[in-house]
T-cell receptor, first 113, second 113 residues
Framework: DAGITQSPRYKITETGRQVTLMCHQT?????MFWYRQDLGHGLRLIYY???????DKGEVPDGYVVSRSKTENFPLTLESATRSQTSVYFC????????????FGPGTRLTVT | KNQVEQSPQSLIILEGKNCTLQ??????????LRWYKQDTGRGPVSLTI?????NTKSNGRYTATLDADTKQSSLHITASQLSDSASYIC????????????FGTGTRLQVFP
C-alpha cells in the first residue's frame, strides 16, 4: 500500500520556467490538498480539491494552477516560477471514515534559481 | 487574526527525560486541535486530534491536553527516545471548514543520548 506519493522529491528550476509537481494517492480519498512550508511560517494551504473536477483556492494560490481529472492525482503547476516559490511542497489527502485526519506525502523540495 | 503560537521554538533534552511543548491559539470559532510530528525531510504525521469538548488525549508516550477556555494546549512526551527528535506542530481547525487549518511554526525537539 503506497499511500500518498509525491514526485519529484527534489527539483531545481530557473525563474520563468513552468514546473509541475505530482501527487498520487492510492486510498481513493475524496479530498486532496497542496501546502507549502517555509522557514518562519507554518504550512500554508495553496489549493484544495473536494473531488475530481472540484478545486478551490487556499490561502496562497497566486502563481499556482491545479487540476483534478482523476480522484487519485492532484498535480500542482507553477506556470512561471519565481524565486519566492522556492519552498517545500506537501500534498495531503483526506477521506474514508476520517472526518478530520489529513495524511501528508513526503514533500517536494523546489528551488527556483 | 487567527494565529497559532508555539513555544519554545527549540528544545534540547536528554534521552529518558520528559518534556512539555506549548501551544496558544487565537483561532475562533474553533473545531479541533491537532498535534503533528514532522521528522526531517518528511511530511507531518498526526499524533492526536482533540475536539473542543476533549481535555486530554494520549498516543503512546505522547499526551496532549486542551483548555478551550484559555485557548491553550500542551504536548507532553514521556521517557523521551532518540526517535522523538523532530519538529512538533500544533494545528487548529475552524469550525465552519475543518479542512482549512491554521498551522503553528513548530517546536524543534532534539533528544541526545
Amino acid at each position: 500500500d503506497a499511500g500518498i506519493t509525491q514526485s519529484p522529491r527534489y527539483k531545481i528550476t530557473e525563474t520563468g520556467r513552468q514546473v509541475t509537481l505530482m501527487c498520487h494517492q492510492t486510498w481513493s480519498h475524496s479530498y486532496m490538498f497542496w501546502y507549502r512550508q517555509d522557514l518562519g511560517h507554518g504550512l500554508r494551504l495553496i489549493y484544495y480539491s473536494a473531488a475530481a473536477d472540484i478545486t478551490d483556492k487556499g490561502e496562497v494560490p497566486d502563481g499556482y494552477v491545479v487540476s483534478r481529472s482523476k480522484t487519485e492525482n492532484f498535480p500542482l503547476t507553477l506556470e512561471s516560477a519565481t524565486r519566492s516559490q522556492t519552498s517545500v511542497y506537501f500534498c495531503a489527502s483526506r477521506g474514508g471514515r476520517d472526518l478530520y485526519e489529513q495524511y501528508f506525502g513526503p514533500g517536494t523540495r523546489l528551488t527556483v534559481t | 487574526k487567527n494565529q497559532v503560537e508555539q513555544s519554545p521554538q527549540s528544545l534540547i533534552i536528554l534521552e529518558g527525560k520528559n518534556c512539555t511543548l506549548q501551544c496558544n491559539y487565537t483561532v475562533s470559532p474553533f473545531s479541533n486541535l491537532r498535534w503533528y510530528k514532522q521528522d526531517t525531510g518528511r511530511g507531518p504525521v498526526s499524533l492526536t486530534i482533540m475536539t473542543f469538548s476533549e481535555n486530554t488525549k494520549s498516543n503512546g508516550r505522547y499526551t496532549a491536553t486542551l483548555d478551550a477556555d484559555t485557548k491553550q494546549s500542551s504536548l507532553h512526551i514521556t521517557a523521551s527516545q532518540l526517535s522523538d527528535s523532530a519538529s512538533y506542530i500544533c494545528v487548529v481547525a475552524l469550525i465552519f471548514n475543518t479542512d482549512k487549518l491554521i498551522f503553528g511554526t513548530g517546536t524543534r525537539l532534539q533528544v541526545f543520548p
